[in-house]
């Protein structure tokens, strides 16, 4: 399946991902839950999200390094500063929050479990195939970076 890697572009993942949770909280509305508070709930995580995603496009635009993710190879250094302290993908991290924000205003059981099938697929041919390639890239200084900074969170 290597050659699902970097093909998709992670914004049409995401909005893919929405759609199928949208469907689902359509298709089985009788795994959808009353949820106090909702409206918030969605409006934090979607705040948060938005927050983490703008956050690791300012480092990498400080570092004036690309942000198109479907070529790595084109990284002209490891960004470590900001975000990066604390995840080594806010991008894709973001994306979940916004994703769940999403999932939390359908209020479906099902729409939350695609958050968990977002989480595998972007690991899988997104974040696994930039890690092999920036490791070959950058050497130690990345492996370095990748046992200093978690995944996701």
Not at 14 to 20: E, K
Request: hydrophobic share 50%; aromatic share 16%; charged share 15%.
């Amino acid at each position: 399946m290597r050659w699902l890697e970097l093909k998709i572009p992670p914004l049409l993942v995401v909005i893919g991902f929405g759609l199928a949770m949208y469907g689902a909280s359509w298709l089985f509305p009788h795994t959808s839950f009353a949820m106090p508070g909702q409206p918030f709930v969605s409006w934090i995580f979607e705040a948060l999200g938005g927050v983490t995603i703008v956050s690791g496009v300012l480092a990498f635009r400080s570092m004036k390094t690309t942000v198109d993710p479907r070529s790595p190879e084109k990284a002209s250094s490891v960004v470590k500063i900001g975000i990066y302290r604390l995840t080594r993908n806010p991008m894709y991290l973001g994306m979940l929050l916004l994703l769940a924000a999403w999932a939390f205003y359908l209020a479906n059981f099902i729409a939350i479990l695609l958050l968990a099938g977002f989480v595998l697929y972007m690991t899988q041919f997104q974040i696994k195939p930039e890690e092999r390639i920036l490791s070959e890239k950058f050497g130690a200084e990345y492996e370095e970076f990748l046992s200093e900074v978690r995944r996701w969170i």
